[in-house]
Nanobody, 126 residues
């Protein structure tokens, strides 16, 4: 079992920045890829970005490409999401998920992730 805890959310003005963290505990000896997803009220949970175990492969939703950066520090069992140039439409609850299988062709599928955190709220005011 892997437990995930997100942090770093909050209220920020349009154009501002936030850095989210996803800290893993438990069976962290397993190699797992991590995805950041977000869910706005009344909408589905959508992929934001994903990163492989090695960090060598990353994937981004078109809507955040060039503004968000996903990274990881395996020594700290933590994955980060640096969010710059935030827009009101980025407002959502952000979740991280972990999976032990490949990201290829599946990184955007919520059903392919084995573990989830509880989420952290990000609110961007205009």
């Amino acid at each position: 079992q892997v437990q995930l805890v997100e942090s770093g959310g909050g209220l920020v003005q349009s154009g501002g920045s936030l850095r989210l963290s996803c800290a893993a505990s438990g069976r962290t000896s397993s190699r797992y890829a991590v995805g950041w997803f977000r869910q706005a009220p009344g909408k589905e949970r959508d992929i934001v970005a994903a990163i492989s175990w090695s960090g060598g492969n990353t994937y981004y939703a078109d809507s955040v490409l060039g503004r968000f950066t996903i990274s990881r520090d395996n020594a700290k069992n933590t994955v980060y999401l640096q969010m710059n140039s935030l827009k009101p439409e980025d407002t959502a609850v952000y979740y991280c998920g972990a999976k032990t299988t490949s990201l290829i062709n599946t990184y955007y599928r919520t059903a392919s992730y084995d573990y989830w955190g509880q989420g952290t709220q990000v609110t961007v005011s205009s």
